[in-house]
């Protein structure tokens, strides 16, 4: 009898700690303290790998150009990704974690990346996920298309790992025939606004 009162009782505490979420905030609190031990046993894990990021205080700063505030990245021509991609020539390769789903005010901009994108030769671009509800329609988008028939879906031509092509954001499509590859940048964080998984694949 007392092994079975131990047995329920102990079922039950699983139960509360998993719908009060505490098993949930221990399993992230283990998973945190591991990579973090890890991170400290490694003088350089990625010494190989830089990251070019575009901050609120980059935003702010004074551009040589233009003699005006950078503001906000969706009004610079796309010359600008060009000219840094002519800066990393020697990169082995360079992932843009930038959506360019349509064309910019910009069209000489826009050309510029292109043009770089392919004569670079190991750019990654990325595509996103529709946040919303789109709307369904059995006509694949010539956009939706090209990234299927890229990413070599042909046992599904509406659909990229189980994912309808309408809820599908793919790059311009002369982009992304110049970009030696496509890569998934849809990442959500954790409810505490911390990324500890990614998506390799979506099913």
């Not at 901050?55 to 906000?72: C, H, I, M, N």
């Not at 064309?103 to 671009?125: C, K, T």
């Not at 309808?164 to 982009?175: F, I």
Request: proline share 5%.
């Amino acid at each position: 009898m007392k092994v079975w009162i131990g047995f329920f009782g102990t079922l039950a505490v699983l139960a509360v700690a998993g719908l009060s979420g505490v098993s949930v905030r221990l399993n992230r609190w283990v998973s945190d303290a591991h990579w973090t031990m890890a991170a400290r046993r490694t003088a350089s894990p990625y010494d190989d790998v830089l990251i070019i990021a575009v901050d609120d205080k980059t935003l702010k700063a004074v551009d040589a150009e233009t003699g005006k505030p950078f503001g906000r990245t969706g009004d610079w021509s796309r010359a600008r990704y060009a000219r840094l991609l002519d800066r990393l020539v020697q990169a082995k390769a360079v992932g843009l974690d930038i959506l360019f789903l349509d064309d910019s005010l910009s069209p000489e901009g826009d050309e510029a990346l292109v043009s770089a994108v392919r004569r670079h030769g190991r750019v990654v671009l990325g595509y996103n996920l529709f946040q919303g509800v789109p709307a369904a329609s059995d006509t694949v988008s010539p956009e939706a298309a090209h990234l299927l028939a890229r990413c070599g879906a042909a046992a599904d031509p509406k659909a990229l790992f189980g994912v309808p092509w309408y809820q599908l954001q793919p790059p311009l499509p002369r982009l992304l025939d110049a970009a030696a590859a496509v890569g998934f940048v849809d990442i959500a964080a954790d409810s505490d606004n911390v990324y500890r998984t990614l998506l390799l694949a979506r099913s």
